[in-house]
């Protein structure tokens, strides 16, 4: 079984800060991970464990609301995650 990627709507857990975060947007090019809520934020994906994947509607979901956010999540948003949305 292919270990699952962290992606938009996942749940982590953050261990510098020991909190549980939902994912906006997991980048494993540049191990960067930004989550969901206030304030907006980045942090180092290597910093972070999955806790409960998303299954495939609520990953869509909430892709769906981080482009429509209007901050600087939308755009990374937009780059990792709609070409897998218009051929998913």
Known sequence: MAEHMIRCGDHVHHTP???????????????????????????????????????DDEHAELLARVLDCGDSRASTARRLYVREAAHG
Do not use: H, Q
Request: with cysteine.
């Open 17 to 55: 800060s020991d909190e549980t975060w939902v994912v906006a947007w997991a980048d494993y090019a540049t191990n960067d991970l930004a989550w969901c809520g206030w304030p907006n934020g980045i942090a180092r994906l290597s910093d972070c464990t999955l806790v409960k994947a998303a299954t």
